[in-house]
């Protein structure tokens, strides 16, 4: 039983990592339409920059901020210089293209630039564990990095939930991820939206990766490879349109892949075979996701 | 009679093609005018040149004197004229209420909760509809939620492009009727472009005829729909 639930507490934790990271990628998709592959790469270079401040000195959650702002402004100058310039309604794959052409261009430029040695990220949450309950002499305990990780991941849910669903600015983004023509006949300049998307979601794509790196006891270039195709499985499931849907996906992913390290043993070494075979499934059986909108159009 | 909307011997096209060759047309003030004409006569590039879609090459257009060339489509949207494109603009995946608020988007007064139950009352079956996914009504639903979109931004003129395309005639019917309305009740100046040169000549006041990117003939709504020549000519009924 300890075992068991110290095992879900894993999962949770791995899971919140995949949630946010899913964030960020349903966010680009719902505002512009894009599976931006570049936005595990994206995290990791923003990661990074809030490494390097705290080592000049400055505290975690500071260096998060302007690594955040930095992401911010780079996510939207990518949507301006590489994004824009190759979009077309003929070819939507062109995008794709450049965002794995990013994919790989950021983590040599990380790499060039920060070394290959692993690195290692101060917290932004108190050290520590909550002891839960004890059984045959042994104390399953949650960790308050991972209850913080939720807490930062529900409360970024509901910020962007009430900014896409309630405010004028969030209608616009919608309105330009849904239609950008119809959009600009009516006054709403898509090109700024376009911008505001990648912008948003490079800033909550560089907190994830911050979190991420200082859960793990070091990290180097490839910390989001794993994650981003763990993050790709919680949003296909979570049905790539809704927030909740992929952070509660993400957790669902993060504590199936911990059980089936500990249950399944011929998966052993080889987990990763489960967000695939996700991702298969639910393209199979249902491809609008577990909290997806299913779209029906009428011609 | 004041013009809401001048074009004035305007040039314009896609790339190498020049579609439009120095098109001359007028929209007087609380007026209907109908553009008619064959598939590829220009009817739709006219629209796309006033509202910035395309580019204009030669020419000038006017909206309350003030020159629309090389604005962007989002300026000219701001400075007072709604365009119900072809396939009518729906936003698929959001809401009718959603989209009512998108025609209203740049408003800064405070009627916009009137004016949505306005619309709602003139449109009941979009009041009924209001939460439900715009993209999964029917096309004549979709085709009248485009003109109340478009009414949301309390527009000082219109601009429509073949709205009767792919609507049952019933359908077609209704909407004309709503059009006639618009400008009978509101004064709202209307463009439109349609091949139902019937329907859309019974509320107009003045017609043209596109052939090939020129203005072949022009004439009041009724002379045009009149007039036996140009009717066996232009507009095959």
Redesign the interface.
């Given at each position: 039983m300890q075992l068991f639930v110290e095992q879900v507490l894993n999962g949770i934790a791995n899971g919140v990592v995949y949630g946010s990271v899913a964030l960020a990628l349903v966010l680009i998709f719902r505002t512009t339409g894009v599976l931006n592959f570049a936005q595990g790469e994206m995290a990791l270079f923003a990661t990074f920059i809030s490494w390097k401040l705290t080592q000049q000195g400055l505290p975690v959650v500071g260096a998060i901020a302007i690594s955040m702002a930095i992401a911010f402004v780079s996510g939207a100058v990518i949507e301006r210089v590489l994004i824009r310039p190759v979009e077309s309604a003929r070819s939507p794959l062109n995008v794709v293209i450049v965002t794995l052409g990013l994919f790989l261009a950021l983590n040599s430029l990380v790499q060039l630039i920060f070394g290959t040695d692993p690195q290692f990220m101060p917290s932004a949450f108190p050290s520590g564990g909550i002891e839960l309950f004890t059984s045959n002499g042994r104390t399953a305990t949650l960790q308050k990095g991972t209850l913080g990780l939720v807490l930062v991941l529900i409360a970024e849910c509901l910020v962007l939930w009430f900014m896409l669903n309630r405010t004028k600015l969030g209608l616009k983004l919608r309105a330009v991820a849904a239609n950008p023509q119809s959009a600009r006949l009516h006054g709403i300049k898509a090109g700024s939206m376009l911008m505001l998307g990648w912008a948003l979601s490079a800033a909550i794509g560089a907190l994830a990766g911050s979190l991420v790196a200082a859960q793990r006891t070091g990290f180097d270039s490839n910390l989001m490879q794993t994650v981003l195709v763990y993050a790709l499985a919680a949003a296909a499931l979570g049905g790539f349109d809704s927030l909740w849907g992929a952070v509660i996906c993400g957790i669902i992913v993060g504590v199936a892949d911990a059980l089936t390290i500990q249950y399944i043993d011929p998966l052993n070494g080889i987990e990763v075979v489960l967000p695939l075979a996700l991702i298969l499934v639910v393209l199979v059986v249902s491809p609008h996701g577990l909290f997806g909108k299913r779209t029906v159009e009428r011609v | 009679m004041t013009h809401v909307l001048e074009l004035d011997s305007v040039d314009g096209g896609y790339g190498h093609a020049q579609v439009l060759h120095g098109i001359d047309l007028t929209v007087e003030e609380g007026h209907v005018a109908v553009v008619l004409g064959a598939n590829g006569a220009g009817k739709t590039t006219t629209l796309r040149a006033i509202?910035g879609?395309i580019r204009v090459r030669g020419g000038d257009i006017r909206f309350e004197g003030k020159s629309l060339v090389g604005k962007?489509?989002?300026?000219v949207?701001?400075l007072g004229i709604?365009?119900v494109?072809q396939g009518r603009?729906?936003?698929?995946?959001?809401t009718v209420d959603?989209n009512m608020?998108?025609?209203a988007?740049?408003r800064k007064d405070k009627e916009v909760a009137s004016d949505l139950e306005r619309w709602y009352a003139a449109f009941p079956r979009l009041g009924e509809r209001r939460k439900q996914?715009a993209?999964?009504?029917?096309?004549g639903e979709?085709q009248m939620l485009a003109l109340a979109?478009a009414m949301m931004?309390r527009p000082r003129l219109l601009l429509l492009d073949e709205p009767s395309l792919?609507l049952a005639p019933l359908v077609t019917r209704e909407l004309f009727a709503h059009l006639g309305d618009l400008n009978k009740e509101d004064g709202l100046s209307i463009l439109v472009v349609e091949q139902n040169a019937n329907l859309a000549l019974d509320i107009g006041h003045w017609g043209y005829v596109l052939e090939a990117g020129r203005i072949a003939v022009q004439n009041t709504a009724h002379k045009l729909h009149d007039d036996e020549a140009v009717r066996k000519a232009y507009l095959g009924f």
């Open positions: - | 509202c879609v962007s489509p989002e300026e949207s701001r709604a365009h494109p603009g729906t936003f698929s995946e959001l959603e608020r998108i025609g988007i740049n996914e993209g999964s009504m029917s096309g979709q979109r931004a792919g």
